[in-house]
């Protein structure tokens, strides 16, 4: 459709326009017909308040376009209150002249008041774009369904399809910054996407692009950040690729910056970004509160991590944690697990903050804080520590929703609440027996598998799980592959844990599924240690890739004779099991530990525990342990792990004990 040209000699025109066709939408969106038809065709959508309407067409004059640009830049009428300010006159000067329309339309607190005033007097060129403006703005802090009613009454006003005739009309004798306002708003309010008038305003864009300053490239780019790919916003964001690139080392404004880049996204090659980065690095002085936080996000939105920006960004974070709103905080959380950034610092400084501050945050949010330190595999174990007492002393105030939300934080990071421990999970069952009779089988087994982890057993919400209707219930749907594994832990843990019940219970064959377990791959580099290990090691054997209870996989299990064995006639009658040292070799990725830390999550944290149970000493191995060494040092860490007494041989910082 539209073509470009890089000039690669001069910095003032990067993008070139080369022919400028009408976009096969555009014309199937008009009519061929002479007579004047209606710019709104259809009803409003009720899933509009995300800024988009499915299925209305605009409509325009179906005369030819520049026809269309000849015609007065704004309608007569005998009650027009404009004044005649430019495009060119200053900010300073328009001040000045304040029209009273302007007046009147800073006292209209929604679209249909805008529209209303528009009906009785006729706004100027500049005008026009004032009045997207404020009709926009009047929306922004109403509620959703508030919103949805204004939206409707809006596109259902007589006055709102000549308001975008006007605009249209007007679109060519607009200033830059009325064109690109007036397009963000257009689209903030749902105009479709195809329309004319929307595609007239991006042509128009186009066509300006080289002449658009600092400012208008920024509003601009917010416009396309919320709009569909298609011909001409492609071309827009392509031409707008070229210009910041241009233009970068002359920007100054920040929050222009970060625009930009969110709307260069991803798809941005990796040489822009470094020079983004670059740009972003060089203007950190001038970084505001609200500037680190919108940064993380775009950073996030781009897909690029720099480390340099995100240290700037969560050192000023850190040191005004007061300032920030919980939609700005839980954001910025949100985005380091997107960017697969965690510095301990900052998330134990969010935590300490939230945790002292418990009684300023509502419920849900303390829950939204805890499940986003959940998805970053980071324990919280202040806010943790602070919540455990809150949920102790008022669990009834707890909705389904967050009380399953809460088990799976505390059971995935397996937090120790020592003294509290008991008092917090008998408050958590009573809370959820309330909830029995309206649990589907899902949440109920979730539930149970999650008190499980935590080694807690309340009878009464096992009773209900294992009970032949609820398991048929849950035969009967269509469940994924994940909850054999939640039934086969269950059963493992009432077979290995036998907890004190009223009566036994036991999880029926018919739920495990089938337990048996693809052919475990062998950890060479673990594997070359161990055998590397053993070989001064007397009397000791070496068993590789042992599957426990049908379930668990150990890596590696050392037999060994214990060092003071009993006299001939005791060792007579015990097994040899008992008579020997039983050693497991587990190897565990980053991911099964709590970050920067040493503590097993949920599943490892049980594996540890059942281990125990059968009699063994488990070892877990990390990847930090496995890391591209010579052999020999390999051989030494893991040596210091299986063998602590020989721990003096190697280096002190390598050999690190994980315990349950």
């Given at each position: 459709m539209?073509?470009?040209?890089?000039?690669?000699?001069?910095?003032?025109?990067?993008w070139?326009?080369?022919?400028?066709?009408?976009?096969?939408?555009?014309r199937?969106a008009?009519?061929?017909?002479?007579?004047?038809?209606?710019?709104?065709?259809?009803?409003?959508?009720?899933?509009?308040?995300?800024?988009?309407?499915?299925?209305?067409?605009?409509?325009?004059?179906?005369?030819?376009?520049?026809?269309?640009?000849?015609?007065?830049?704004?309608?007569?009428?005998?009650?027009?209150?404009?004044?005649?300010?430019?495009?060119?006159?200053?900010?300073?000067?328009?001040?000045?002249?304040?029209?009273?329309?302007?007046?009147?339309?800073?006292?209209?607190?929604?679209?249909?008041?805008?529209?209303?005033?528009?009906?009785?007097?006729?706004?100027?060129?500049?005008?026009?774009?004032?009045?997207?403006?404020?009709?926009w703005?009047?929306?922004?802090?109403?509620?959703?369904?508030?919103?949805?009613?204004?939206?409707?009454?809006?596109?259902?006003?007589?006055?709102?399809?000549?308001?975008?005739?006007?605009a249209?009309?007007?679109?060519?004798?607009?200033?830059?910054?009325?064109?690109?306002?007036?397009l963000?708003?257009?689209?903030?309010?749902?105009?479709?996407?195809?329309?004319?008038?929307?595609?007239?305003?991006l042509?128009?864009?186009?066509?300006?692009?080289?002449?658009?300053?600092?400012?208008?490239?920024?509003?601009?780019?917010s416009a396309?950040?919320?709009?569909?790919?298609?011909q001409?916003?492609?071309?827009?964001?392509?031409?707008?690729?070229?210009?910041?690139?241009?233009?970068?080392?002359?920007?100054?404004?920040?929050?222009?910056?970060?625009?930009?880049?969110r709307?260069?996204g991803?798809?941005?090659?990796k040489?822009?970004?470094?020079?983004?980065?670059?740009?972003?690095?060089?203007?950190?002085?001038?970084?505001?509160?609200?500037?680190?936080?919108?940064?993380?996000?775009t950073?996030?939105?781009m897909?690029?991590?720099?480390?340099?920006?995100?240290?700037?960004?969560?050192?000023?974070?850190?040191?005004?944690?007061?300032?920030?709103?919980?939609n700005?905080?839980?954001?910025?959380?949100k985005?380091?697990?997107?960017?697969?950034?965690?510095?301990?610092?900052?998330?134990?400084?969010?935590?300490?903050?939230?945790?002292?501050?418990?009684d300023?945050?509502?419920?849900?949010?303390?829950?939204?804080?805890?499940?986003?330190?959940?998805?970053?595999?980071f324990?919280?174990?202040?806010?943790?520590?602070?919540?455990?007492?809150?949920?102790?002393?008022n669990?009834?105030?707890?909705?389904?929703?967050?009380?399953?939300?809460?088990?799976?934080?505390?059971?995935?990071?397996?937090?120790?609440?020592?003294?509290?421990?008991?008092?917090?999970?008998?408050s958590l069952?009573?809370a959820?027996?309330?909830?029995?009779?309206?649990?589907?089988?899902?949440?109920?087994?979730?539930?149970?598998?999650?008190?499980?982890?935590?080694?807690?057993?309340?009878?009464?919400l096992?009773?209900?799980?294992?009970?032949?209707?609820?398991?048929?219930?849950?035969?009967?749907a269509k469940l994924?592959?994940?909850?054999?594994?939640?039934?086969?832990?269950?059963?493992?843990?009432?077979?290995?844990?036998?907890?004190?019940?009223?009566?036994?219970l036991?999880?029926?064959?018919?739920?495990?599924?089938?337990?048996?377990?693809?052919?475990?791959?062998?950890?060479?580099?673990?594997?070359?240690?161990?055998?590397?290990v053993?070989?001064?090691?007397?009397?000791?054997?070496?068993?590789?890739?042992l599957?426990?209870?049908?379930?668990?996989i150990?890596d590696?299990?050392?037999?060994?004779?214990?060092?003071?064995p009993?006299?001939?006639?005791?060792?007579?009658?015990?097994?040899?099991?008992?008579?020997?040292?039983?050693?497991?070799?587990?190897y565990?990725?980053?991911?099964?530990?709590c970050?920067?830390?040493?503590?097993?999550?949920?599943?490892?944290?049980?594996k540890?525990?059942?281990?125990?149970?059968?009699?063994?000493?488990?070892?877990l191995?990390?990847?930090?342990?496995?890391?591209?060494?010579?052999?020999?040092?390999?051989?030494?860490?893991?040596?210091?792990?299986?063998?602590?007494?020989?721990?003096?041989?190697?280096?002190?910082?390598?050999?690190?004990?994980?315990?349950?």
């Amino acid at each position: 459709m539209y073509m470009m040209c890089r000039q690669c000699s001069s910095r003032r025109f990067p993008w070139k326009r080369l022919s400028v066709p009408v976009a096969a939408s555009i014309r199937e969106a008009s009519s061929s017909r002479n007579d004047l038809i209606p710019v709104w065709g259809g009803r409003l959508n009720q899933n509009s308040l995300s800024g988009t309407l499915s299925a209305a067409t605009f409509y325009s004059d179906g005369r030819n376009h520049k026809e269309n640009l000849k015609e007065s830049n704004s309608l007569p009428s005998e009650h027009s209150l404009s004044t005649d300010i430019t495009p060119d006159q200053t900010s300073s000067e328009q001040r000045q002249r304040r029209s009273p329309f302007l007046e009147l339309l800073h006292q209209c607190g929604s679209p249909s008041d805008v529209l209303d005033l528009t009906c009785k007097y006729s706004p100027t060129i500049h005008q026009v774009s004032n009045c997207l403006n404020h009709m926009w703005s009047s929306m922004k802090k109403m509620s959703d369904g508030q919103r949805c009613y204004e939206l409707q009454l809006m596109f259902e006003h007589p006055e709102f399809e000549n308001l975008l005739q006007r605009a249209m009309r007007s679109v060519q004798h607009m200033c830059n910054d009325d064109v690109a306002y007036s397009l963000l708003s257009m689209v903030n309010l749902g105009v479709p996407q195809r329309s004319r008038v929307i595609q007239t305003f991006l042509r128009t864009c186009q066509e300006r692009l080289n002449d658009f300053d600092e400012k208008t490239l920024s509003i601009l780019a917010s416009a396309l950040e919320h709009m569909k790919d298609g011909q001409n916003v492609d071309a827009l964001k392509e031409g707008m690729r070229l210009v910041v690139e241009v233009r970068l080392p002359g920007i100054k404004n920040v929050l222009a910056l970060q625009t930009m880049m969110r709307l260069l996204g991803k798809d941005a090659p990796k040489e822009l970004k470094q020079k983004l980065e670059r740009k972003a690095l060089s203007m950190t002085d001038q970084f505001s509160l609200p500037n680190v936080q919108y940064m993380i996000s775009t950073m996030a939105k781009m897909g690029f991590q720099s480390k340099p920006l995100l240290k700037v960004c969560g050192g000023k974070i850190k040191e005004n944690l007061n300032g920030i709103p919980f939609n700005r905080l839980y954001n910025v959380l949100k985005s380091c697990k997107e960017l697969l950034y965690r510095d301990v610092d900052l998330l134990t400084s969010i935590s300490d903050h939230v945790a002292s501050t418990l009684d300023i945050w509502t419920n849900k949010q303390l829950v939204f804080f805890l499940s986003v330190f959940e998805d970053l595999l980071f324990c919280p174990t202040s806010l943790m520590e602070a919540y455990s007492e809150k949920v102790i002393t008022n669990s009834e105030a707890l909705t389904l929703k967050d009380l399953l939300c809460v088990l799976k934080v505390y059971s995935s990071l397996n937090y120790d609440l020592q003294h509290q421990r008991q008092k917090f999970l008998d408050s958590l069952s009573h809370a959820l027996s309330s909830y029995l009779s309206k649990m589907s089988g899902l949440e109920l087994l979730k539930a149970v598998y999650c008190l499980c982890l935590l080694n807690h057993f309340p009878s009464a919400l096992l009773e209900q799980l294992l009970n032949i209707s609820m398991l048929e219930q849950l035969a009967s749907a269509k469940l994924p592959k994940s909850t054999e594994r939640m039934f086969q832990r269950v059963d493992l843990c009432l077979r290995l844990d036998r907890p004190p019940l009223p009566q036994p219970l036991t999880v029926p064959s018919s739920a495990l599924g089938n337990p048996i377990l693809n052919s475990p791959t062998v950890n060479l580099r673990l594997s070359k240690g161990l055998q590397s290990v053993l070989a001064d090691q007397a009397n000791a054997a070496l068993q590789e890739m042992l599957v426990v209870e049908n379930f668990y996989i150990i890596d590696g299990v050392i037999i060994k004779p214990l060092p003071n064995p009993t006299c001939a006639m005791e060792t007579s009658s015990i097994s040899p099991a008992e008579s020997s040292q039983r050693i497991a070799v587990i190897y565990a990725p980053n991911s099964s530990f709590c970050y920067g830390t040493s503590i097993p999550r949920g599943p490892l944290a049980l594996k540890v525990r059942h281990l125990k149970i059968l009699g063994y000493t488990p070892v877990l191995v990390t990847e930090q342990h496995l890391q591209p060494l010579s052999e020999e040092e390999r051989t030494d860490i893991i040596r210091g792990l299986i063998f602590p007494e020989h721990a003096s041989k190697t280096r002190p910082h390598d050999v690190e004990h994980v315990r349950s």
